[in-house]
């Protein structure tokens, strides 16, 4: 029974990984979100976002969750921002990914452009690239260093892939904040895109 789980472990890790590695926005989140609970790398590689800076390497893009919003709206919304390539929500997940140009726009514009619009943002989606994360004990000091945090919902940690995915409120917490409290808790963590 153990070996059979195992298989299909690796069975959904490995078809998920196409979908990952193409950056479909729709089949990455989705993927992520059913693959998190059976391999937290690939829930790790699967979501990241790019934070408040304007430096974020090109083919940046922010996932965002909105509460109480007409989905076309704000596609249509956000598309029409220059420098906005793409903007894709996962029907499973309700994270909307806006792929932007860095050289064009940042993401702090693109929040703006969606707080201006009169849509409120539920949850953020950031990867962090966290050094120094070894093993399943460096693991659960980093998922219970997030989990202090007020405004983060939830967490995915991965030794493996050094990664952790963050969702958190924006109109509570930063993600300077979250770089804090990870810096508290002996790690050393930058947004990974």
Request: glycine share 4%; with cysteine; proline share 2%.
């Amino acid at each position: 029974m153990k070996n059979s789980l195992r298989l299909f472990i690796v069975a959904a890790t490995l078809a998920a990984t196409p979908a990952l590695l193409a950056g479909d926005a729709s089949k990455e989140c989705c993927a992520a979100k059913t693959t998190a609970s059976a391999a937290c790398c690939a829930a790790s590689k699967a979501t990241a976002s790019t934070g408040a800076s304007c430096s974020a390497a090109e083919g940046s893009y922010v996932m965002v969750k909105f509460k109480r919003a007409n989905n076309n709206a704000i596609q249509k919304s956000l598309a029409s921002l220059d420098g906005v390539s793409a903007v894709e929500t996962c029907p499973e997940t309700k994270f909307t990914k806006v792929a932007y140009s860095k050289d064009k726009v940042c993401s702090d514009k693109i929040m703006a452009a969606i707080k201006s619009s009169g849509y409120k943002v539920e949850a953020q989606r950031i990867t962090y690239a966290v050094e120094g994360m070894a093993c399943g004990a460096c693991e659960t000091k980093v998922a219970k260093a997030l989990a202090k945090v007020k405004g983060v919902s939830e967490s995915h940690v991965c030794s493996q892939s050094k990664q952790a995915v963050v969702d958190f409120n924006p109109n509570k917490v930063s993600s300077d904040a979250i770089l804090a409290a990870l810096d508290a808790a002996g790690f050393k963590a930058v947004m990974a895109n």
